[in-house]
C-alpha cells in the first residue's frame, strides 16, 4: 500500500476501561460527530508536557495540526485529573470522515464466495475425505473457512465453530449475512451468559485465544502488554479467558485503520508484536533480515501505563510488512515440546511467534530449532503443526514480489473515483479479477493481455498447484495407513520414529497450501517444490514401512523354516 490514505485515529492517551478487567471504568462520552471535522480544539501543547513521544510521532507527517477531538473524547476531563483517562474512537467512521472514498471503499462487502465457505468442500482448497483424516485431533476440522471481506474478520472469528464452543450466534440467524458492518455485539448474542470457555453446541471446539484475536481487532490496543506478557496492569493479556475478552465488548471491530496507519504520524506502521519481535530478534534470521532491499522500521516504545507497548513506523510503505501482520503463519497457542513432552502453556513466548519464514525453512524452524510441536496426530503418534495464513512469507521472494509489485498492487490497487476522478488507493481487499484493469492489465504490469488472458492465467497457475495438492494429500493418507499398519504389526520403534519423522515433513510442506490462501497463485514455484517435497517424503515413509514389513516376515518364515 504505497501513498495509501492517512488516518486521523489517535490512540496515545486513551486507556480503556472495563467492568470486568479494569478497576476504573472510563467515563462515558457524547457519541461522536463523524461527519463533522474539528478544526480547532484543546491546545495539545498541553499533551506533550507528558507524552513527548506523541510530539515526536504528529512531527512527521501530515497529522500535526489535527485537532486531538477528531479522534479523542472526554480531553478536557482528562487534563483536570489525568487518572480521568479520555476515550479513543475505534470506529472506521473515524477516519472515514476525512478519508471518504478509502473509507467507503473499505466497507464494501465481497460477494464473489459465501460466506462460511468451507475449506474442506469438495471443490475448494483442502476437500474432504483427505482434509479431516490428515488433520485429525485438530478444531480446525469443525469449520475451516475461506476468507470474508475485512470489516468482517472480527465477526467471522467469534461465530466460526472451532472459535468459542458455539455459544455465541447471530440474532437474526442467517440473516446476518447480509447485514452492513457494523460492531460485533450489534449482531451477536451470547446464548450462554457466563464466562466459562468450553463447548456448548455438537461438533464445535473451544479453540478461540487471546493471541489469535490481535490479528482480527486491535481495539484494544491500549490494554494488552507487548507480546501479551501477563502483568498486573494490563487488563489483557495472553493467560486473558478468550471468552470473557469478548463478552468486555471492548472488542467490536474488524481491522481497525490505525493497525497499518499511524494516527499521530501519518506514516504506515506496524502495531501486531510479534512481527516486530520477529523482526528485531537478535538471530536476524527472517526473510525481511535477509533482504538487501529491505524497508527500515523504527521501534518506539508506547508504554505509559505501567507495561511495555511497542510500535514500528515504516520508512515507506510496504504491504509484505503491512499485510503481513495478519497474513502471516504464526504460533498462537498452546503446543508441547516434541522432544521433552513438557507442555507449552501461554506463560511461554513461544504462543506469540512469528517465524517470518517460507514453508522449506520451517521444518527446520520449528523442529529443531524451536522443538514446538501444536498437536499430534491421533493415529500416527506424529507431533505435527497447524499453519495459519502465510501470504506474505510466500510472496515475499516471488517474482512478483521481485518485479518490485506489492500485496497492493493486486488486491486494493489505485482506482479513480468515477464521480469526482480523484485517484486513490481503493480498501476493497479483494481478488484481483475483481478489477483486472487496475490490477493485473495496468501499464506497468500486463498490458498486452485481455481481461480473459489474465483470468486464464490465474486459474491456470491455481488449478496446477491444486492438483499437486491432491496428489500431496493421496500420499499423506498412504503414510499414514502405512504407520499404523506398522503400529500394529510391532515393528521397531525406530523405524516407527523414522516414519513420523517423514509424516511430520511430508505435513509441513502440504498443509501450509491450504492455510495460503492462494492455491500458489502467489508463489507458484515455490508452491511446486514444496508439494513436490511432501509427496517425496510419503512416498519414502511408505516404503521405509513396506520395507520393514517384508524383513520381519521374511524374518518370521526363515524361523519358522528353521523349527
Known amino acids: ?101 478509502q473509507f467507503e471503499s473499505f466497507m464494501t462487502v465481497s460477494k464473489h464466495r459465501p460466506a462460511r465457505d468451507e475449506k474442506s468442500q469438495l471443490t475448494n482448497r483442502a476437500p474432504n ?37 458455539g455459544r455465541f450466534q447471530p440474532k437474526n440467524g442467517w440473516m446476518y449475512v447480509n447485514e452492513k458492518p457494523q460492531k460485533i455485539w450489534d449482531i451477536i448474542v451470547d446464548t450462554q451468559p457466563g464466562s466459562e470457555h468450553k463447548v456448548f453446541m455438537k461438533q464445535t471446539a473451544a479453540a478461540l485465544n487471546p493471541v489469535c484475536i490481535q490479528c ?67 538471530e536476524a534470521d527472517t526473510l525481511w533480515h535477509k533482504d538487501p532491499n529491505r524497508t527500515n522500521i523504527k521501534v518506539i516504545d508506547m508504554g505509559m501505563r505501567g507495561y511495555t507497548r511497542k510500535i514500528a513506523i515504516l520508512e515507506k510503505y510496504d504491504s509484505r510488512l503491512l499485510c503481513g501482520q495478519c497474513h502471516v ?18 506463560d511461554s513466548p513461544l504462543t506469540n511467534h512469528f517465524p517470518y519464514k517460507d514453508v522449506l525453512q520451517l521444518y527446520d524452524h520449528y523442529v529443531n530449532q524451536l522443538h514446538f510441536t501444536d498437536f499430534i496426530h491421533p493415529l500416527t503418534g506424529a507431533k505435527l503443526i497447524k499453519f495459519q495464513h502465510p501470504e ?5 521472494n516471488s517474482k512478483h ?82 504407520i499404523v499398519e506398522g503400529k500394529n504389526a510391532d515393528l521397531p520403534a525406530d523405524v516407527i520414529a523414522k516414519a513420523q519423522d517423514y509424516h511430520v515433513k511430508a505435513h509441513i510442506l502440504w498443509e501450509y497450501w491450504t492455510a495460503e490462501n492462494s492455491d500458489g497463485f502467489h508463489n507458484p514455484e515455490l508452491a511446486r517444490e514444496s508439494l513436490a517435497q511432501s509427496i517425496d517424503a510419503s512416498m519414502a515413509g511408505v516404503k521405509l514401512i513396506d520395507d520393514a514389513l517384508k524383513a520381519k516376515k521374511t524374518s518370521a518364515q526363515q524361523t519358522q523354516a528353521q523349527k
Open 401 to 482: 514480489a521481485k518485479a518490485g509489485a506489492g500485496c497492493d498492487s493486486c488486491h486494493t490497487p489505485k482506482v479513480k473515483d468515477k464521480k469526482t476522478g480523484k485517484v486513490y488507493t481503493s480498501h476493497y481487499a479483494v481478488t484481483p479479477k475483481h478489477d483486472l484493469k487496475a490490477s493485473c492489465l495496468t501499464s506497468k504490469c500486463h498490458n498486452n493481455w485481455t481481461e480473459e488472458d489474465a483470468k486464464y492465467a490465474i486459474d491456470s497457475v491455481k488449478a496446477y498447484i491444486k492438483g499437486k495438492m491432491r496428489k500431496a494429500e493421496f500420499w499423506l493418507d498412504r503414510l499414514i495407513d502405512k
Open 392 to 396: 506474505s512469507e510466500t510472496f515475499y
Open 216 to 282: 482480527k481487532t486491535q481495539d484494544h490496543i491500549l490494554d494488552w502488554p507487548y507480546l501479551g506478557d501477563p502483568n498486573t496492569s494490563a487488563p489483557f493479556n495472553r493467560k486473558s479467558n478468550p471468552t470473557a475478552m469478548i463478552q468486555s465488548k471492548k472488542l467490536q471491530h474488524g481491522l481497525n485503520c490505525y493497525q497499518c496507519h499511524d494516527p499521530h504520524a501519518a506514516k504506515p506502521r506496524i502495531v501486531r508484536d510479534a512481527l516486530i519481535a520477529a523482526l528485531t530478534r537478535p
Open 1 to 101: 500500500m504505497r501513498k495509501v490514505f492517512l488516518f486521523a485515529l489517535s490512540f496515545m492517551l486513551v486507556s480503556f476501561g472495563s467492568v470486568a478487567f479494569a478497576a476504573k471504568s472510563t467515563p462515558k462520552s457524547p457519541t461522536p460527530d463523524y461527519a463533522k471535522v474539528v478544526k480547532k480544539g484543546v491546545d495539545y501543547n498541553q499533551c506533550y508536557e507528558c507524552h513527548d513521544t506523541i510530539k515526536e510521532l504528529r512531527g512527521m507527517g501530515k497529522h500535526s495540526n489535527l485537532a486531538c477531538e477528531n479522534c479523542h473524547g472526554n480531553i478536557e476531563a482528562h487534563l483536570k485529573e489525568p487518572t480521568n483517562h479520555p476515550t479513543v474512537y475505534t470506529e472506521w467512521q473515524a477516519c472515514g470522515k476525512c478519508h471518504k472514498e
Open 129 to 165: 475425505p483427505f482434509w479431516d483424516k490428515l488433520m485429525m485431533g485438530h478444531a480446525f476440522t469443525k469449520e475451516h473457512a475461506l476468507t470474508r471481506s475485512h470489516p468482517f474478520m472480527l465477526l467471522d472469528q467469534v461465530l466460526v465453530d472451532r472459535a468459542a464452543g
Open 329 to 346: 503463519e504464526y504460533v498462537c497457542n498452546p503446543g508441547e515440546d516434541r522432544n521433552t513432552g513438557a507442555k507449552i502453556g501461554y
